[in-house]
């Protein structure tokens, strides 16, 4: 083994160098599942950023965690003082998203990388602003694969669903503009390719700065 910074102990290792992380990809392509494993098992510390919503919570979800769940008003407020980086309609539903700067702050101030689970044209956005930032696109091996895991989820309405494959067909599109694209078949696997990606920007990152 090489004494690279991306696989030396944290006592060795010297403070890492701040970077974006841009995921995206379609509804049911396993990016809270990939999320959640990345959160612990990431070989660089990685800060998840909570983004702010005016759509409903669901049953299980908590203010400040799952989301910011924002008023809509609330929403524009914060969107007229520049508070966002980026913020989008997601799914044409009247609901909007969009990523607080405070987030950027809260990953740099834990000298965490800040992962970002947006979606494409929020991703268009920060990749303007960020040229350097590391960018992955997830998808499934098949759009019947999206639907069947989504039906398994178990968590949407049947025409919300349906909303949902349709904008997955259209954000597909957009999947070669990633830098990353990572088919989520095995989940081990798909999470082994996503830590090999990040050791690779780390190591980058460490000889630029
Ligand atoms: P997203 O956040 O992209 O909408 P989720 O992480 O909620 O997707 O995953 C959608 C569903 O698919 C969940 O029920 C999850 O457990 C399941 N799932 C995730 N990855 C895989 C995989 N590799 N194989 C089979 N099912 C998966
Ligand atoms: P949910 O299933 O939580 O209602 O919706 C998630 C969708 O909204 C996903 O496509 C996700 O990528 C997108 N999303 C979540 N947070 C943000 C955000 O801060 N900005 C943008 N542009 N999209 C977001």
New binding site residues.
Partial sequence: MTNSPANATSAQRPETPFCIVV?????GSG??TIVSRLEAESPVPLVK?V???T?AP?KHEVDGQ??YFLAPEEFEQRRARGE?L???E??RTG?W???LKSELDRARKQSAWAL????????Q?VMQQYPDALTIFLTTPSVDEFERRLRARG??EEHVIQR?LE?ARR?LEFANRYQHQVVNDNLDRAIAEIKSIFDNKLRECCEHA
């Fill in positions: 995921l995206s990809g379609p509804s990016k809270t950023s983004s702010a919503t759509r669901r799952d989301y966002f980026e913020y989008a997601v799914f609901c998203y969009g990523t970002l689970e947006i979606d494409v044209e929020g991703a956005n968590t949407e949902r904008t954000e």
